[in-house]
């Protein structure tokens, strides 16, 4: 999930916040990568690829607890503003360790923002 030049471990948050349910990456989709090291990637969607793209704003804290805890805050501004009320979007989560394996939390499809939530 992380660039070669840093192969440490981290989570990858995938967003489709329009639901559009793309077959790969398309417009209005994210893919924000945090490495426990606190470096902060991010990506939008176009053609099928992840294109990395300067998402403003966008805030991360990482605490090294036993572990450690990602936190990444996302203005909605950044991924189109608030959805209406019911609306789902598209929101998939992976773990990257340092070995290279990654664990997809909310989704089977690796490299994906296509499970669906509520808002």
């Not at 893919?31 to 939008?44: D, F, G, R, V």
């Amino acid at each position: 999930m992380f660039d070669k030049a840093d192969s440490t471990s981290g989570v990858t948050v995938y967003l489709d916040p329009q639901n559009k349910h793309y077959v790969a990456p398309g417009a209005g989709t994210y893919k924000i990568n945090l490495s426990a090291e606190n470096k902060l990637q991010t990506y939008m969607g176009r053609n099928g690829n992840w294109i990395p793209a300067k998402l403003t704003g966008v805030k991360t804290v990482i605490r090294k607890i036993n572990g450690y805890f990602a936190e990444i805050a996302i203005p909605r501004s950044v991924i189109g503003g608030k959805p209406p009320l019911g609306k789902r979007i598209g929101l998939n989560v992976a773990l990257t360790a340092s070995e290279g394996y990654t664990e997809n939390i909310s989704s089977n499809q690796a490299d994906k923002p296509f499970y669906l939530v509520h808002t």
